[in-house]
């Protein structure tokens, strides 16, 4: 076996055993929450962020997001978004931000308004600084970081590291889960979205990290497999990742992360010469038998209930009235305030006091599009259309940016269907920006 090789196992087997400890001794979730913080800054300073290492800490720290929320390892519920921002403040103090990132400087004013609107309107009853930070931190983590990612250059394999440092984590996570529901077959009894099978924690979460994770090791097979071994670790890594996520009957996150799957093949096959194209129709077909088998795996599981699920059925294979479980209502209140306060909004946490008045139920937003209307008005519209467009200038200047598409597919579907609940798709979204180079730059630069 290989030098790399073996490196590669031992960070496999190293993440396998800290979501076996987490699980048979809680308080490890504590110390590895705080480990991440220290040695994480301890890293970036040390090294003085020469090579970017800023994104593969913030990488790490999205990536253990999830574990660290199910199992209380962080000291606070959003504690990972502001990591995020720490850490790339830190790189830029080291290497600076990007100078023409002057999109995402308008972006962060667009938010100002909102928020201090928010500062006269939310009910005096309501703690204003969590109802604030709850709804406000992602949009700022993701400001943040793209101030950092900005048409920075970086090889193609630093930007795959930067994506394992997000994988391992969700790995420590799958085995988490494998430890917390052994038996999936005794937990499922309807086509609900499990909580049994999601460690206990918001299946929508825990499925968008396990479908983020199932592109991250599929995505290596394809281009960081280098031996038959690596082929077959990362192949099993990605099946059971890819289990976990089906059972945890939460679709949005698996389908999103089966739609980058799907991005990454087309752009590289249609990149590719002639040889290349024979290579990916080889692994197209392995990586289209391995989801047919854990699907059928998933089914004979389940007994039969997830096909059920992606079909919008109940458990008696009944067609349910709703395909998004109530949340086009709360988007449609969301449109609702957007017309009646165009300008502004209603402010940034209004949105749920509004709700609980006029519908009688106190429901945070699934939707980041429709709550940035409705809590920030006209600039919300304005601050959405510079984060969709942006990418796509960017997209124009370097076609051979392969992991782009990926990226803002994933950004723009997950805050469709679980709003920037986590630091993932603002950090995601920022790698978007990063001017990937094929070969190696000689020096990091920002223009």
């Known amino acids: 076996m290989k030098k790399e090789d073996r490196s590669y196992l031992f960070l ?94 308008i972006f962060l004013l667009l938010l100002i308004p909102g928020v201090i609107m928010a500062t006269f309107v939310l009910n005096f009853n309501s703690n204003i600084n969590n109802a604030i930070a709850f709804n406000i931190s992602g949009s700022v983590c993701l400001a943040f970081a793209s101030l950092y990612t900005y048409r920075r250059k970086i090889s193609l394999e630093q ?74 670790l990362n192949l099993i890594v990605a099946l059971n990742i890819s289990y976990r996520g089906m059972v945890t009957f939460s679709r949005g996150g698996m389908i999103t992360g089966f739609l980058m799957i799907i991005m990454l093949l087309l752009f590289l ?26 699907w059928s795996y998933s089914s004979y599981q389940t007994g039969g209930l997830i096909d059920k699920r992606y079909a919008n059925q109940d458990a008696a294979g009944r067609s349910k009235e709703s395909q998004f479980t109530g949340r086009e209502d709360v988007a449609q209140n969301e449109i609702n305030m957007f017309f009646k306060n165009p300008i502004l909004g209603v402010g940034v946490g209004k949105g749920v006091e509004i709700r609980e008045q006029e519908m009688g139920i106190k429901i945070a937003s699934h939707d980041e599009i429709t709550r940035m209307l409705a809590e920030h008005g006209s600039l919300g519209l304005v601050g959405l259309l510079i984060l969709l467009v942006t990418p ?7 076609k051979f940016n392969m992991y782009l598409i990926c990226f803002v597919v ?34 990091d630069e920002t223009q």
Not at 174 to 189: C, E, G, H, M, Q
Request: hydrophobic share 55%; aromatic share 18%; proline share 3%.
């Open 12 to 105: 496999i087997v190293l993440h396998v055993v800290i979501g076996m400890l987490i699980f048979m001794l809680p308080f490890v979730a504590k110390i590895y929450g705080f480990a991440i913080f220290v040695v994480g800054a301890y890293y970036i300073i040390k090294t003085q962020n020469v090579n970017n290492e800023c994104l593969k800490v913030a990488a790490y720290v999205v990536g253990s997001e999830i574990i660290l929320r199910m199992t209380g390892g962080n000291i606070s519920y959003e504690f990972s978004k502001y990591e995020v921002i720490i850490f790339l403040f830190l790189g830029m103090y080291f290497k600076g931000f990007s100078r023409s990132a002057f999109p995402y400087w």
């Open 159 to 232: 930007m795959n590291s930067i994506l394992l440092c997000v994988g391992l984590p969700i790995l420590s996570c799958t085995v988490y889960l494998i430890f917390y529901t052994p038996n999936v077959r005794d937990v499922i009894t309807g086509t609900a979205s499990s909580f049994e099978t999601s460690g206990g924690f918001g299946p929508n979460q825990v499925a968008t990290f396990l479908g983020l994770g199932m592109f991250i090791f599929f995505s290596r097979i394809i281009l960081e497999s280098k031996s038959t071994f690596l082929v077959i």
């Open 269 to 294: 096959y249609f990149k590719s010469n002639g040889a290349g194209k024979v290579k990916l129709s080889y692994i197209f077909i392995i990586i289209s038998l391995a989801m047919m088998a854990i």
């Open 392 to 398: 796509f200038v960017l997209f124009v200047e370097n």
């Open 410 to 443: 994933f950004w723009f579907l997950t805050i469709n269907h679980a709003a920037m609940r986590t630091a993932a798709p603002a950090f995601i979204y920022s790698l978007a920006l990063l001017n990937v180079q094929l070969r190696p730059s000689s020096r």
